[in-house]
């Protein structure tokens, strides 16, 4: 932003005032040197003040490169809060529409609907779901049934086949009396056998 700008300006001015005075610093300690060298005591004190003086100001120096540093961290954390804000209030602005748009009372009455058709085909599904059972277990017993018919029937077509079989016959063309004696017995012999399996 405009305001981190400005202050990583200012950052870099303060940086470079306080280089210049370490530099001017040290051309002082030197020249206190030299005038304690040659005895000069006035001269030294006079330095020696202007070296205090320096020293304090780049001391500022860090002071108000802290205070920039302190700006700048709390203008980037207000630049997030503003962003949060922001964000917040469309997030409001939205829920607000939907709350206008949603009624309460209405969705509740959706939402038990629903559920009561729910039940009401679970339980259709349920009724279709017996009724098919039992009229596919009617028609396996059904099945049965006409299969222990059909078991009966066939042992005792064996037994008619096997008894027509010894029947004598008197011609090959028309059936003689003797064949019609032997039908006789074959019917008697079937309702026996059926009397005796228990079929009526």
Known sequence: TEQNRELRGTQ????????????????LELEIKKMAKTGNKEACKVLAKQLVQLRKQKNRTY??????????????????????????????????????KMDPQKTLQTMQNFQKENMK?????????????????????????????????????????????????????????SAATATTISDEEI????KALGVD
């Open 12 to 27: 870099r001015a303060i940086s470079r005032d306080r280089a210049a005075l370490e530099k001017q610093e040290k051309q």
């Open 63 to 100: 002071a108000v490169s802290s205070k920039v540093t302190s700006m700048s961290t709390q203008t980037k954390v207000m630049n997030s809060q503003m962003k949060m804000a922001g964000a917040m209030s469309a997030t409001a602005k939205t829920m607000q529409a939907v709350n206008k």
């Open 121 to 177: 085909m679970e339980m259709t599904e349920e009724m279709i779901n017996d009724t098919l059972d039992d009229i596919f277990d009617a028609s396996d017993e059904e099945e049965e049934s006409q299969d222990i018919v059909n078991q009966v029937l066939d042992e005792i077509g064996i037994e008619i086949s096997g008894k027509m079989a010894k029947a004598p016959s008197a011609a090959r063309g028309l059936p003689s009396a």
């Open 191 to 194: 309702e026996r056998q059926l």
